[in-house]
């Protein structure tokens, strides 16, 4: 009998805590994330979310407990170097001056919020850029300026640029918020593409919203109060029971066509009494 060896640990928490100020932020904290793994981290405003990819994108070190990123133990590893591996997709991410779309992907081979002095891209790095601009349907805008792109347009713009670094883990920290319903749905797209042309890539995505979810999500860990809720695949993580307990109200979950959903429970008068 032959066995498939699991994929490769891309990150690795282990019983990290996180205490500011005399408040513990997080506790217990374990994840797992192997490539090609695609997880979404859930849980209410202040649950820890933010602070989970802290650590996951090298920003953060924890109070106790050990961080693992590609292997490296942070604490022990220049975290400039490791960051170099890791791609953040950042809606808040500034950009000041008005740079063209292919120029902010660009930024994402020197690591910088703007092109460098003196820095020339290769011809073989701008077809790359152009590679990866197609790929996030967004030939027609490539030359167009950041200032007069629509929130989703920038959005696939910073896939893009993150991508272009080829990361082995994507971080994404709300990539939806703020987008219409049509922009929300082409971002969401472009997320799930990557699975094909990126097979072993891993990845993070925060979110409040289960409507937000790309349909290739693998995996979730659901946090409240700096805790694990409910850790796992995420047909077994997201269910009515882990949902009403992460958020403390009564919702409802339900998956049709690769999609989820979360409404609350609401008790109707007239059917309470009949
Ligand atoms: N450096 C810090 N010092 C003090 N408190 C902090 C610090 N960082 C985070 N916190 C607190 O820790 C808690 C968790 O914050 P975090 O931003 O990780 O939550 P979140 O789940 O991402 O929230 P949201 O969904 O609202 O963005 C919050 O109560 C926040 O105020």
Redesign the pocket.
């Known amino acids: 009998m032959t066995s498939i060896a699991p994929a490769e640990t891309v990150l690795e928490l282990r019983d990290v805590t996180f205490r500011?100020?005399g408040?513990q932020?997080l506790d217990g904290i374990d994840l797992t994330v192997r490539a090609g793994e695609h997880w979404a981290l859930l849980?209410p405003?202040?649950?820890?979310?933010?602070?989970v990819l802290g650590f996951c994108g090298a920003l953060t070190f924890p109070t106790s407990g050990t961080v693992d990123v590609l292997g490296r133990r942070l604490g022990r590893v220049e975290l400039q170097e490791l960051r170099r591996h890791i791609g953040h997709v950042n809606p808040r991410h500034p950009v000041r001056s008005p740079l063209t779309v292919t120029e902010v992907v660009l930024t994402g081979i020197t690591g910088t919020l703007e092109l460098p002095m003196r820095w020339e891209p290769t011809g073989e790095e701008v077809r790359r850029a152009h590679d990866l601009i197609h790929a996030v349907g967004l030939d027609e805008r490539r030359e167009a300026r950041w200032p007069t792109l629509s929130q989703g347009e920038r959005g696939r713009s910073l896939i893009a640029r993150a991508l272009i670094a080829e990361p082995r883990l994507l971080l994404l920290d709300e990539p939806t918020t703020g987008l219409d319903v049509a922009a929300r749905e082409q971002l969401l797209e472009t997320i799930d593409g990557l699975s094909h042309s990126a097979p072993e890539l891993a990845s993070v995505l925060v979110t409040?919203h289960l409507e937000e979810l790309p349909e290739t999500t693998t995996h979730a860990l659901l946090i409240a109060h700096g805790r694990i809720v409910a850790r796992g695949s995420i047909d077994d993580a997201v269910t009515t029971e882990t949902v009403t307990r992460a958020f403390e109200h009564r919702i409802r979950v339900e998956k049709a066509d690769g999609r989820w959903s979360a409404r609350a429970v609401r008790e109707r008068a007239g059917a309470a009494r009949s």
């Open positions: 500011r100020d408040t932020i849980g405003n202040g649950a820890g979310k933010s602070t409040h």
